[in-house]
């Protein structure tokens, strides 16, 4: 059957008192399969593979394998204006559980995840770094260090809870230029340099070893407190070094050098006194100090004896005292038959003071000693004891410039038991008769 009109036809499915949703309006196929039905309220009820505009295109097609496409050639409105409600929305359906939808004023809401290719925020896509951020009434593009600035370079920062820096085998330095004042990696703090004092408060300071680079003569390190700080000592003598001149050491074993401790140097409980002696008081400070010595005799080991010998001197270039006084000439080679040149010393000793008497009046010039041991010359630079010792301007009895003077030795003329003392001289000019005495201290506990 076909129908033509030129003004339309109208088909009414619900006339007198027929309940609404109660007619229906169908067109089948020649199987009597509905194609294309509606209720009198406008339902669709029954739908082919395919709906087309009038132009012929698919604006919804079921026939594609597996899913079903709604689609246009031109725009497509999907129209849930509210209609006088107060909102309407499209939602998205699994089964029985909404999973997404769009409401009335174009927002949208995804329960699942979202993914696409690309994403416009306000008609823009950001530039290259920028990331979406949240502007507290919805979302921006922003550059990395928008919003709240957590960039150390750029503002402060504090922290709102406890953090942790892993350097999960790495080094993390703090550097000005190519100075390196703060570093940690795996191992731990490995270097520190502060430009002020360096307060820690009740902490431990510890470390497996100190290194100080300032210059030669400033204190390393200094202690303010005055308790005793223990173990404060280095493992290597190349930390500390060795010290030298009168204390030695090595390896941090000191050791004062012989003959350089003096009186001054010693901690005794009183001033010294010319004449007294060092005794041992445990009371008092240092345990020592100094006493007269006691009228009833002297139970010391130190015995004094004087060597007096007369000569004759014309010589300038040199000559040997005779020690023994078995002859009256000069002899200007020691040799080890030079017996008359030689003291032999039954004790360890020292030779404390020389006194001359000179047959020319007047004394002027200087007069050179040197002491030998050993008995010969074969090794005079060997065989030399102590120091030299040189005189000038004689003084008499009367303290003016004559004949005689009276010096003290070098207080390293000391000798050994069984060795053979020589005294050479050299005077400026020549001295005539000469008689010369040697004050001489014997310890005889050698």
């Known amino acids: 059957m076909a129908i033509a009109t030129n003004t339309g036809v109208d088909v009414y499915l619900n006339l007198g008192n027929a309940s609404a949703g109660s007619k229906a309006f169908s067109i089948r196929d020649y199987s009597g399969n509905i194609v294309f039905g509606v209720t009198d309220t406008g339902v669709i009820k029954a739908i082919g593979n395919k709906i087309q505009d009038s132009a012929g295109s698919n604006i919804l097609d079921a026939s594609v394998s597996g899913n079903t496409k709604l689609q246009s050639v031109n725009d497509l409105e999907l129209n849930i204006a509210s209609a006088g409600a107060s909102s309407r929305s499209l939602k998205f359906i699994n089964n029985t559980t909404e999973v997404g939808s769009i409401d009335s004023t174009g927002n949208l809401q995804i329960d699942g995840t979202l993914n696409a290719n690309n994403i416009t925020i306000t008609g823009t896509q950001g530039t290259d770094g920028q990331v979406l951020t949240s502007t507290g009434s919805g979302v921006a593009w922003e550059d990395a260090t928008g919003g709240t600035n957590t960039n150390i370079g750029n503002t402060d920062l504090t922290l709102n809870g406890d953090r942790i820096l892993n350097l999960d085998g790495n080094t993390l330095q703090i550097k000005e230029g190519s100075s390196v004042y703060l570093e940690f990696n795996d191992t731990g703090l490995n270097t520190l340099i502060a430009s ?251």
């Open 196 to 446: 002020d004092n360096l307060d820690i408060g009740n902490f431990d300071f510890r470390a497996k070893s100190f290194t100080s680079d300032v210059a030669t003569g400033t204190a390393p390190l200094v202690v303010s407190s005055t308790t005793q700080v223990a173990n404060l000592q280095s493992s290597t003598t190349a930390s500390i070094g060795n010290l030298t001149g009168e204390v030695t050491s090595t390896n941090r074993a000191t050791v004062i050098a012989d003959n350089v401790v003096d009186e001054a140097n010693l901690k005794v409980s009183n001033a010294p006194v010319n004449g007294y002696v060092l005794t041992a008081q445990s009371g008092n400070t240092g345990g020592l100090t100094w006493a007269e010595q006691s009228s009833g005799g002297s139970s010391s080991s130190i015995i004094t004896q004087i060597f007096t010998i007369a000569y004759h001197s014309v010589s300038t270039s040199g000559f040997y005292i005779t020690m023994s006084g078995a002859t009256l000439n000069e002899n200007t080679v020691l040799t080890t038959s030079s017996f008359h040149l030689i003291l032999p010393c039954p004790f360890d000793g020292t030779i404390k003071k020389i006194t001359s008497h000179h047959q020319n009046l007047i004394y002027n010039g200087t007069s050179k000693f040197e002491l030998y041991i050993d008995g010969d010359d074969d090794d005079l630079v060997g065989d030399q004891r102590g120091s030299d010792l040189t005189v000038t301007n004689g003084v008499n009895v009367s303290g003016s410039a004559g004949r005689v003077f009276t010096a003290d030795c070098p207080s390293d003329w000391t000798f050994s038991k069984n060795e053979t003392l020589a005294i050479k001289r050299t005077d400026s000019s020549g001295r005539g008769g000469t008689t010369v005495s040697f004050v001489i201290e014997f310890d005889t506990s050698t």
